[in-house]
């Protein structure tokens, strides 16, 4: 069953200009890519695997490396990106200890730091809808 917050992230996602949902590591995995760039993924625990007897889910976002040492310092429920570059991502373990408006802030940052390192042509099919 999705819990309230995996619903809330995933719904605000998907409402992101141009994102699509893919699932290349498997269905436990969900990918999401804005014009087939990886800005997040969505999974049960470690990429699907669970958390032992807990079962949060846990987000990778793309970061700024010197944000992510302090989101970290900040939140016990940011950690170094599971299975990603440790210094350009984190995981957001969704156990409701992060103000929703915080993570939906971490989202629009990583959306918006994948988007600036495409081309200037994608960058403008995308920012004409800010």
């Not at 990886?38 to 990778?60: P, R, V």
């Not at 081309?119 to 920012?127: A, E, F, G, R, V």
Request: net charge neutral.
């Amino acid at each position: 069953m999705l819990n309230f917050k995996q619903q809330q992230a995933e719904h605000y996602l998907l409402n992101k200009v141009e994102t699509t949902l893919d699932f290349p590591f498997g269905d436990d995995v969900k990918v999401f890519k804005v014009k087939n760039k990886m800005f997040a993924t969505l999974a049960i625990g470690k990429m699907g695997k669970g958390d032992g007897d807990k079962q949060d889910w846990w987000m990778n976002l793309k970061c700024d490396p010197d944000e992510a040492v302090m989101l970290r310092d900040i939140f016990s429920s940011v950690v170094p990106g599971y299975h990603m570059n440790k210094r350009l991502w984190i995981t957001v373990i969704l156990d409701g200890s992060i103000p929703q408006g915080e993570i939906e802030r971490m989202m629009d940052n990583s959306f918006k730091l994948v988007v600036s390192k495409m081309t200037k042509k994608d960058q403008q099919s995308i920012l004409v809808h800010f």
